[in-house]
């Protein structure tokens, strides 16, 4: 069996190294009811990654975790920002977007507000909509 032209061998090593990187080393075998939604998000980041993709879109991948379980996947992500890997992500987690990204669009309904370097944008924002926004979720 080939797995997008792997053959099956190397297909199932790079799965088991992947997991490994996102903390999951050991479940290869576990079903979906049996992870938590953390751990099924990062599932999700390996399966992503296997895929060897230039960007990697990640559109709320907190929203529908339970807190406790929001700090795994963003260690998870902020671990491939470290390697520089590009990615897009859509999220309201401020503080974290704020650390890791290295720039930054803020919209509003649908529409760009304000781009540009992320320690910029966060540390003096230019438009009142971006200001009042970060005001209100960022403690500066």
């Known amino acids: 069996m080939i797995v997008k032209g792997e053959p099956k061998e190397e297909a199932t090593a ?14 290869e075998t576990s079903y979906p009811r049996r992870l938590s939604g ?7 980041i390996a399966r992503a990654l296997a895929m ?13 975790l339970d807190p406790e379980l929001v700090g795994e996947v963003l260690n998870t992500i902020r671990q491939l920002a470290q390697e520089k890997r590009t990615m897009v992500i859509v999220t ?3 503080s974290f977007a704020r650390d890791v990204a290295d720039r930054a669009i803020f919209m509003d309904q649908g529409r760009i507000v304000e781009q ?21 979720f960022l403690l500066q």
């Open 14 to 27: 790079r799965a088991r190294e992947l997991l490994a990187k996102v903390g999951l080393a050991g479940k």
């Open 38 to 44: 953390g751990q099924q998000q990062r599932v999700a």
């Open 52 to 64: 060897r993709p230039e960007v990697i879109l990640f559109d709320e991948p907190t929203s529908a």
């Open 92 to 94: 309201h987690e401020m």
């Open 116 to 136: 540009g370097v992320a320690k910029a944008l966060f540390a003096d924002p230019q438009q009142p909509r971006t200001r009042q926004f970060l005001e209100k």
